[in-house]
């Protein structure tokens, strides 16, 4: 359930409240790293773990909401939690719009907090998961001679092999050679398969 | 011991008629002017002195006022008294003067003074002058010989009436019982203390009489120091004292007066205002005017009927300094008593001064009393004005306080969240298995942290709302604004604003009161912070900036990027209760200005060029050396 080598990182201004959470997070055996402002988040190279961002709304400079602009603008996968002394309404509303796991007020309690960091930190796992298994299934993709990738989407759109060889002008023994290599480029034991795995490619490149 | 001495003086006069007077009376024409007559006077004196000096004046004064036919006079300072020596004499004689001088003049009638010069005279006068007649004046009447009374020589007396001596001092001083006569040892001095014994003899007083003659001075100074008690002293003179030096006999009375335990009375009057108390004294001026009367009788032919003139040539004459220095009661003095040196009493001399000096004392005191009474109440209402001030100022200060009751919330909040965090995460080291006691501790250091941080803001709030006096003390600038940061911070982060701050380097400390001044910087603070929550402002700063512009003043400003101010409203920003916020009271700026301006400061506002408004507060320095 825990991953023990995710790292929760804490960006606030406040150099009490920053150390007070670190050791909060240190304390459910989690790995916490204090930043003291967004930039110095921004200027870092994040680890390739599962990580999860507490961030305070407020500070001078470039502030949290500056931040997850940024953040996701660059495209990082890092799951947001805000804490704030005085949050407004419109504020959370934006922070959530924008994809922030969720928006504590302070004072919390530790466990909503760390529940959150929890299920941040899972959240985050599964996504870097799945971007795995996407960044795999793309890169198979690219295995693929343009041929394939033509008798691919042809298979993947539910067409018969004769209509693909009718539509290809090739015979069908042609199109079933071919259709074998795809499944074993895509690593891919059944049709089913192999439309999930083009969907979640689709889907991602659909998303971006 | 009371032998008579008697002490030679002065000389007499000689008169010469001459024949051409005779002839010229024979002639007797209606317009005859007659010719002038001439005598001469050979004193025994040397030349300047005091009482002789007066009496030559007096001389000569009557002399020429001579209706009938005009007198010329001459006068020779024998100076006897100092030189006694016959050799001396000779040489006066023969080479230098009568002889040359006056065998060549004719002279009329010569006047003698003094007891040396008449001797001289009785020896020498018929060598030097022939039959001109001579008029010899001493202190004790000469003998002449037969020879000479044929030609015209009279021998008359010093006018001294010494008889009155005793019986004044008794008189004056009944307790008296012992009497000093004080005198020198030249021929004269014998002489004129020898008059006096024999007059002091004639009196029946209660005194023993001791006679201090033939004495050097200094010894005579010693004595007189230590008389006996109801001792008197009568100071003939001493024109010569045992040691053969020669004195003016005035000088050595005056310090034997001052040396003296015992009042010191005199003999002629030229003692008179230089130490005695006073006495009988032959006064110099009509001893002057009887020679005169005698050489003119003389000059005529008249007779000469008396030797001694006494009458009126003496004087009771007293010194007023004296009597009240010897306690004398002015009462006691005979009838007719001349008082001299009467120092009159300040009043009567300088009374109009006197009034006026107290006219302007009072009046000069009255008005410092009106300006003391004037500076106690302008005190009382200082005080008063800064009594009101502080409590305007702590009104204002409670009210800025509520406007960022939320800010100072989150201020505490920050810290409580904090420890709460602290506290918890203590709590999971402490149950994990296996517990980690070190990470525990760790924690809980945070929770102190916290704790502190929470009583700091606790302390600011507290000193902010706190009633003090007004206190000045050295401030450090950065404190001063750390302190206001603290406060204001969480009103910023709620209205989006960021709060900055510049202090130059080496910002010397201020002098001033520390709540009034952190009131100025939060009233200013929260007016920049407010100015902007209208604006739309994605920009939305507040900078505080402390600057030494001049080497006496540091100037704080505090600058918004706010809706400004409208024109011509600089100055009006000021009033109290002048506002644009719907919940505001306008004191802050009003009172804002008051506290810097007791501080010697100025506060003023400017519009800035782009956007919003910056206010500048001046505090000056108070240099080290200045404390």
Known sequence: ?208 | MKRPNTISRYCLVLIILTAALCSAANISAQNYKPPSKRVLAIFVFKQSMPWPYQLERSLRAALTTNPSYPIELDVEFADQLTFSKEDYLAKVIDLYSYKYKYSKQKVDLVLVLGDESANLMLEYGRVLFGDIPVALITIEQKKLPPALLKLNIVSLMWGFDLTKMGPLIHDLLPKTRNLYVISGSSLTDRKFKKLTAEALDEFDGPFTTHYLDDLVVEDIFLKVSQLPENSAIIFLTIFRDASGRSFVPRDIMTQVSEKANAPTFGVIDAYLGRGIVGGHLLSAEIQGRRYAEIAKKMLSGTPLTESIYKENANKMMFDWRQLKRWSIDVDRLPTGSIIRYRQPSVWVDHKWTIVFIIVIIATQSIALLGLIIQRRRSNLAKAETQRLQDERAHTSRVLAMGEIAASLAHELNQPLSAIRSYAQAAQRFLTNSPAEPNEAGKALAGVVAGNRRAEEVIKRIRMALKKEPFKRAHLEVKDLIQDVIVLVRGKADEKNTSLNIKLTSNLPPLFGDRIQLQQVLLNLIINGIEAMTDGDGDHREVFVQAIREKPDVVTISVRDSGIGIADNQETILFDAFYTTKPEGMGMGLSISRSIIEDHGGRLWATKNPEKGTTFFFTVPIIEENKK
Do not use: W
């Not at chain 1, 080598?5 to 240190?26: G, I, P, T, Y």
């Not at chain 1, 922070?95 to 928006?103: E, I, L, P, Q, V």
């Not at chain 1, 599964?126 to 996407?134: V, W, Y």
């Open chain 1, 1 to 208: 359930m825990i991953i023990s080598d995710a790292v929760v990182f804490v960006v606030d201004d406040d150099s009490l409240v920053r150390d007070s959470l670190e050791q909060l997070v240190k304390s459910v055996g989690l790995k916490a790293f204090t930043v003291p402002s967004a930039q110095a988040f921004l200027d870092m190279e994040l680890p390739d773990k599962p990580c999860c961002l507490i961030l305070d709304i407020r500070m001078p400079g470039l502030s949290g909401l500056d931040l997850q602009d940024e953040l996701m603008r660059r495209g990082a996968l890092v799951p947001i939690i805000f804490i704030t002394g005085h949050g407004t309404v419109p504020m959370s509303v934006r922070a959530m719009k924008a994809g922030a796991m969720d928006f504590l007020q302070k004072p919390f309690e530790d466990q909503e907090l760390l529940d959150l960091v929890h299920h941040a930190i899972d959240q985050n796992q599964q996504a870097r998961e799945e971007q795995t298994e996407i960044d795999e299934i793309e890169q198979r993709l690219r295995s693929l001679t343009s041929r394939e990738h033509e008798i691919l989407v042809l298979v993947t759109a539910g067409m018969l092999n004769k209509q693909i060889g009718y539509d290809l002008k090739v015979n069908e023994n042609t199109v079933k050679t071919h259709r074998a290599r795809i499944m074993r480029k895509m690593e891919v034991g059944s049709l089913a398969e192999l439309v999930r795995a083009t969907e979640k490619a689709n889907i991602h490149f659909n998303k971006k």
